[in-house]
């Protein structure tokens, strides 16, 4: 009996080492790819790095995976692992109702007001509009507001990404819209999908096979987003008194900037510049910070705020003032959860020649 027993442990002890080594091999088969800077604005252009172990694809087939990303601009020109969803805690974050995480690092919450738009980014060659859907229940005496949609504008071409409104969530829907140049435009569904324009001055990639998306503008952005409700749980907890028909679909996004000038300015972009001293005030829960009559539009594709700089024929007259690179940095760390957060890395200020 007794020897019975000790040659079953010993066919379980060869079984486990045998699925160990079969693990390893297949492990071992993800061969690490490398990636190429091909910014032509870093320092890093065209040099190519071996992805990291623990993030060997740069499009992994699994959504939920780690993808390997080259960091321009980084002064180490090194390959790093990010997600490829926003990360609500990091460098250019616009997320919740809504909250920013700024250019400087400095966490803030802007407002606005429900069924208008404000310009995020207004920089010569660049124009980033968000349009804010919200509810204000009886008694209070400013709307609760989140991102509906974007409105970009850059060179001679427009292009809007917006959710559709849902009285209830359903994952299996895809609640994402788009407009390029006036037109709609298809993304087909699916990890992955991917749409670019004719002249290659943006791309469209679906990072799941729905409502998740990375919009590219080679040089000049990128930026990640993810469609949320608001959940029945962030309508207790904030006391949101949303209504039972709809769920209030909305944004999460996460930019990052390769080339913005000195004078930028925007809800967001103002925090990029050099010279800003974000009035947010340290050690308060919730920061608000000001300026509607500043940077509201009057439509989604509009550069028509008080304080917009965004003038397509004059993008040229940024080549020889400050142009700063901005990454997507990991700033979960430190005191996140309050109203400041601590960056890993810093950004690179350089001029452009």
């Not at 960091?71 to 997600?83: F, G, I, L, R, Y």
């Not at 069924?115 to 980014?121: M, V, Y």
């Not at 909305?250 to 900037?257: A, G, P, T, Y």
Request: with cysteine.
């Amino acid at each position: 009996m007794i020897m019975k027993v000790l040659r079953i442990h010993y066919v379980v002890i060869l079984l486990l080492f045998f699925l160990s080594k079969v693990t390893e091999i297949q492990a071992g088969d993800v061969k690490a790819q490398r990636v190429t800077c091909t910014s032509k604005k870093s320092k890093c252009f065209l040099k190519a790095k071996k992805c990291p172990a623990q993030c060997p694809r740069v499009k992994p087939s699994d959504p939920k995976a780690k993808a390997c990303f080259l960091d321009c601009t980084s002064p180490k020109c090194e390959a790093v692992c990010k997600h490829r969803k926003p990360n609500c805690n990091g460098l250019g974050a616009a997320c919740f109702d809504p909250r920013f995480v700024g250019g400087d690092g400095i966490v803030f919450y802007f407002h606005g007001k429900s069924n208008e738009q404000f310009a995020l980014i207004s920089d010569p060659n660049l124009q980033i509009n968000a349009r804010f859907i919200g509810h204000r229940p009886a008694g209070r005496t400013r709307d609760y507001t989140w991102i509906q949609g974007l409105g970009l504008m850059f060179d001679s071409h427009t292009f809007t990404l917006e959710t559709t409104r849902a009285a209830k969530w359903e994952e299996e829907v895809d609640h994402l819209q788009f407009t390029y140049d006036g037109k709609p435009l298809t993304v087909p569904e699916g990890h992955l999908s991917e749409w670019n324009s004719t002249q290659e001055d943006i791309k469209v990639e679906r990072t799941s096979s729905k409502n998740s998306v990375t919009v590219t503008l080679p040089d000049v952005a990128e930026i990640s987003v993810n469609v949320v409700p608001v959940t029945e749980q962030d309508n207790k907890v904030h006391n949101y008194q949303i209504p039972s028909d709809d769920c209030f679909t909305h944004l999460e996004v996460q930019f990052r900037f390769f080339g913005l000038s000195s004078k930028v300015e925007g809800v967001l972009g103002k925090t990029y510049r050099p010279d800003f001293n974000n009035p947010a005030k340290p050690g308060v829960a919730m920061p608000i910070v000001g300026g509607e009559d500043k940077y509201r539009t009057s439509s989604l594709l509009s550069s028509d705020c008080a304080n917009c700089v965004f003038s397509p024929a004059g993008g040229e007259t940024i080549k020889n003032s400050l142009v700063m690179d901005y990454g997507t940095l990991d700033c979960s760390h430190g005191n996140s959860g309050k109203n400041g957060i601590v960056c890993i890395d810093t950004s690179i200020k350089r001029g452009v020649e």
